[in-house]
């Protein structure tokens, strides 16, 4: 159940990560912080050694922002050695807030080797903690080189008893249990582990390791790596939180595989092998299926590199209704024995997938329960250069489906933000960009079952496409973060890859503000006013403001869903948000949706139940206005008389008069509303008293004569030309002397779209005037 | 017909002056690229759907700003759907791809624009196009009226001339607003020339004459026009007709 009311602060928020800082030249820590919260937050950062002795430093992190904070530099600012004592240690991030309002991470590289992990905080709340009270892990590739290293701290004030457990050749082992002193951390090297057992690692090199901290409250937290310093390899060990699986599939998301194609994040970094490594905690064997699920290709994207066509665009391509459908490929079921971790390279199967693909992403069904299987999957360069890891999200798991991550840009470093729908139906995605405190709301975002869409944050930034509020990512913006959560309850996971080129480095940034989706609140429509031509149509937008679990607002569009009405069909009608003009006046145009108003979470089954729906509504007014009547613009017009000329030349005779018209509305002002420059213009003359004077050649603008429409259209400003309105003759016909006549009296009909107006015209071979002026 | 174009454009002489208070003339300096140049320009990949064989040309002329004088005769095998990618191509290479679907018509490339037209579907005799203007003059004016003149100087060769009356005629011309103002001055110029003319220094790109598919002949012995997109005829009276069309704007 959400533990609270919005508006209530609980305290004692504390997150933990374990971490290698700056002890060595070379590896780098960073905090990266990420704020999910409508206000600043003041943060105290308490960072431990392996000893658990502590140094306190204090930040503030502004609204959806992201802090940045460089551990060697931290520690040497508060008087100590990060090469000595605080070379290797803990961080603990403590702050008051609502839910989940600050996202953390510890992201730990070394460029001179190409080495990178990353290390989710997790939650401490006194009142609800996410520590796990059972760590499983696993390590794959030893052997040849690999080390694999799990750090282990204890977040707590107490000693913890660990048992621990290997799990290699489809056995369970136990080993000798470890003692942790208060807040202290340990290093566990697996092949010195593996040694203390008799076996080498080249025996064993896929398996799994259990952490259990004896006693009632779990205080446990560890995360690992698999370093090969000699190709760069490094790949991250992640001890995923058993209470929070909930569903017997797991799913990865956005990997390379194969030679990316031109239009993927990963094109030009080389060729990539998925390897899947599954576990199976079970002593009984599963059945596990996996599938590779893939954009299908486009001409769109086949065609990349055209000259002739446009880039992609990042912001329309969000709206998922125009996404290619998702392709699947499923590999046939493997069972996998009790205790036993398997490695499944997917170079097997790469033939039969439509290679090239941008990328893939990789789901993972198991037979066992919930829970009783982890995964662990990333995409492995040739070289083994550059390794990128995927987080592996449990399906039931409803934290998956929201993140507050942090982006970088500069020459060499790309964001991808990915976003998986794991589900069979589509999911809109409540999103904004933040950067320099502007924020940037993604209102169109909307995946379909199963697609894995890539938003990439530079193509994003540089397009410089005003959001609904005309908002733009500064253009100069190199650091950010991104929020994102799922507006519908079907599973969706999702997280940010940051690809260091030049150092071959992947760093993936993931997790989780909010259990349920946004909370659907008001519904605005706009523009709150419009006036339209009759006979044209305008699309309003209805936008609904929404809120997560820490009351940070999105914006999401709604137009399609919407309910839309007209208070007066006869002046205007709608039909999904496009309005279309029936007639002079003015009336009301309405949309109201009814959506879930506040999402409850059950922790003991990780659903998400609907405590109330929604019902709101918005409108627009919008007048319309009948093309009635035109009048002569002030200072545009002018008459030019000729008596002379040459004979079989067009010009020389007769009197000729240009303006410029305006088009007026029912109440004789004048139209400038948009729709009036869609309608195409032509006119009809019909002679009423000839007296001498003959129509039977310029009858109509149109060239042929006599019909229209011409292909001629009204501009912006309700305005068009009368190029010439002819008296007398306009072609020398003989004798070098221009025929000259008396007067005469036309009807002019002006077609205005499908409105006509009738313009009385009196010519004389002085003069021509319009409605008698 | 087509023999005579390239001596045509060469000895085209286009007096642009006198703009209007109102207007400000119309410039060929406007575009950077030349004719050749955009006829260049790489196509990696290109699908064209259209409805119809002209089509197929004026989406090309309006997507790569290429001037185009296009006749055509309205039979039905210029009425089907065109469908075609190309890989690796030119612009001129899609246009001459275009132009092969159909038997009997030629490109050709002149200084400043790309005329389509059938080989020998219209004989020269019977092509309005091929006739001489004395003096084609047109002193800061729309286009419109220009097309206007040329059509008052070449219909009475086309049809007899109706009887003038004692008044002359009246008539008016709507344009757009803020079209430009032009003036041309030629001599002995055809009326494809004329046309060219036209287009070179409008905004009316493109140019399009479609040719009845019955081959009926005015009472003088031309083949008579039709409208492109529905394909109504016309009195010989308004005969020949022709359509003067900007860039991304559709037959009418």
């Avoid at chain 1, 470890?178 to 080498?200: C, H, R, S, W, Y």
């Avoid at chain 2, 990618?85 to 275009?98: L, N, R, Y």
Wanted: charged residues 15%.
């Amino acid at each position: 159940v959400r533990p609270a009311p919005r508006s209530w602060l609980a305290q004692g928020f504390r997150n933990h990560a374990v971490a290698a800082t700056n002890g060595t030249p070379g590896p780098q820590s960073q905090l990266l912080l990420v704020s999910d919260s409508p206000n600043p937050i003041d943060l105290t950062v308490v960072i431990r050694n392996l000893y658990g002795q502590s140094l306190l430093d204090s930040e503030t992190i502004q609204p959806q922002a992201k802090l940045t904070i460089d551990l060697a530099s931290t520690i040497i600012k508060l008087g100590a050695d990060p090469t000595g004592t605080f070379a290797e240690g803990s961080v603990a991030v403590d702050y008051i807030g609502t839910i989940m309002p600050v996202v953390g991470q510890m992201t730990v590289t070394n460029p001179a080797l190409s080495l990178t992990h990353e290390v989710d905080m997790i939650e401490n709340d006194p009142g609800r903690s996410d520590i796990p009270p059972v760590l499983n892990g696993l390590w794959w590739g030893l052997g040849g080189g690999r080390d694999a290293q799990v750090m282990v701290s204890n977040t707590s004030m107490n000693p913890v008893i660990a048992d621990v457990y290997l799990d290699y050749q489809g056995s369970h082992h136990a080993v000798q249990p470890i003692t942790f002193v208060p807040n202290e951390t340990k290093v566990l090297d697996i092949n010195q582990m593996l040694a203390g057992l008799g076996v080498d690692p080249a025996q064993a090199p896929s398996g799994g390791i259990t952490i259990i901290g004896q006693g009632p409250q779990p205080a446990l937290i560890a995360s690992g790596k698999i370093t090969d310093p000699a190709t760069g390899f490094s790949s991250t060990i992640d001890f995923p939180d058993p209470q929070l699986e909930f569903a017997s599939a797991l799913h990865a998301s956005g990997l390379p595989i194969g030679t990316p194609s031109k239009d993927s994040p990963y094109a030009g970094d080389g060729t990539f092998v998925p390897e899947v490594v599954v576990r199976n905690l079970l002593g009984t064997p599963q059945t596990v299926t996996i599938t590779v699920e893939y954009p299908q290709p486009s001409d769109a994207s086949s065609a990349a590199g055209s000259s002739a066509s446009a880039p992609p665009d990042p912001i329309s391509a969000e709206d998922g209704t125009h996404s290619p459908p998702t392709g699947e490929y499923l590999i046939p079921a493997f069972t996998i024995p009790g205790y036993a971790t398997e490695d499944v390279s997917l170079s097997s199967v790469m033939n039969d997938l439509p290679l090239p693909l941008p990328f893939c992403s990789i789901r993972i069904q198991y037979s066992g329960a919930h829970g009783s299987m982890e995964a662990s999957v990333s995409s492995v360069e040739q070289n083994q250069d550059l390794t990128v890891d995927a987080k592996v999200e449990n399906e039931g798991n409803g934290w998956a489906g929201s993140g507050a991550n942090p982006w970088h840009l500069d020459k060499n470093t790309e964001s991808i933000l990915f976003l998986t729908n794991m589900s069979d139906k589509p999911v809109r995605i409540g999103s904004k960009v933040t950067a320099h405190g502007v924020h940037y709301y993604l209102t169109d975002l909307q995946l379909n079952p199963h697609e894995t869409r890539a938003i990439d944050i530079r193509a994003l930034r540089d397009a410089q496409k005003p959001d609904l509020n005309g908002s733009k990512i500064p253009p100069a913006a190199t650091d950010g973060s991104v929020i994102w959560i799922r507006g519908d309850n079907v599973p969706v996971e999702g997280r940010l890859l940051v690809i260091a080129r030049r150092h071959g480095l992947a760093s993936s940034y993931d997790c989780c503000i909010c259990a349920c989706g946004y909370d659907y609140g008001a519904l605005s429509v706009t523009p709150a006013s419009a006036t339209i031509v009759a006979s044209t149509t305008t699309q309003l937008t209805a936008t609904v403001t929404a809120h997560d679990c820490n009351n940070n607002v999105f914006q999401v569009n709604m137009t399609g869903p919407s309910r839309w009405s007209s208070a007066n069909t006869s002046v205007a009608t709608v039909s999904g948000g496009k309005v279309t003009g029936a007639g002079g006046g003015s009336t009301y145009v309405s949309a109201s949706y009814t959506a879930c108003g506040q999402w409850l979470y059950e922790p003991t089954n990780g659903g998400c139940v609907c405590e109330y729906n929604d019902v709101a509504g918005g409108s627009s007014n919008i007048t319309v206005l009948v093309p009635t009547s035109l009048a002569i613009v002030a200072g545009t017009s002018s008459t030019t008389s000729e008596s002379t000329c040459s004979t079989g030349s067009g010009t020389g005779c007769g009197v000729t008069r240009s303006f410029m018209y305006q088009v007026l509305d029912q109440n004789g002002k004048a139209i400038t509303a948009s729709g009036i420059a869609s309608l195409q213009f032509w006119d009809a003359i019909q002679v009423t008293s000839p007296n001498g004077l003959d129509a039977g050649s310029f009858k109509t603008t149109c060239s042929p004569p006599n019909t229209g429409p011409c292909g001629f259209y009204v501009n912006s400003q309700g305005q068009f030309h009368e190029g010439g309105v002819s008296s007398c003759s306009t072609v020398c016909y003989s004798s070098g002397t221009c025929i000259t006549a008396g007067y005469t009296n036309a009807n002019q009909t002006i077609h205005i779209g499908p409105y006509a107006i009738v313009q009385h015209l009196a010519y004389y071979c002085n003069k021509v005037s319009v409605n008698g002026q | 017909m087509r023999n005579s174009f390239l001596t045509i454009t060469v000895t085209l002489a286009l007096v642009v002056a006198h703009a209007s208070w109102t207007r400000a003339p119309y410039r060929e300096s406007q575009q950077p690229l030349t004719l050749a140049e955009r006829l260049r320009t790489p196509v990696q990949s290109y699908t064209l759907k259209a409805g119809n064989f002209p089509q197929a040309l004026l989406k090309i002329g309006s997507q790569f700003k290429i001037p185009m004088g296009i006749a055509w005769v309205r039979m039905p095998s210029a009425l089907t759907k065109v469908d075609l990618s190309w890989k690796h191509t030119t612009v001129q290479g899609i246009i001459q791809a275009i132009v092969r679907t159909q038997r009997g018509y030629d490109v050709e490339i002149g200084e400043s624009i790309v005329h389509i037209a059938p080989v020998n579907l219209v004989p020269d005799k019977e092509d309005f196009l091929s006739l001489r203007v004395t003096n084609f003059s047109v002193r800061n004016e729309v286009a419109e009226i220009a097309s206007k003149q040329l059509h008052a100087l070449v219909g009475p060769s086309i049809a007899r001339p109706k009887r003038i009356l004692a008044g002359g005629i009246l008539g008016t011309q709507l344009t757009e607003a803020h079209d430009p103002n032009i003036s041309i001055d030629l001599k002995n110029v055809s009326c494809e020339g004329a046309l060219d003319a036209i287009s070179r220094i409008s905004p009316f790109k493109i140019w399009l004459v479609t040719f009845a598919p019955d081959n009926s002949l005015t009472p003088t012995g031309f083949r008579r026009t039709v409208w492109a997109a529905r394909g109504e005829a016309f009195p010989d009276a308004d005969q020949p007709v022709w359509e003067l069309l900007k860039w991304g704007r559709a037959p009418y």
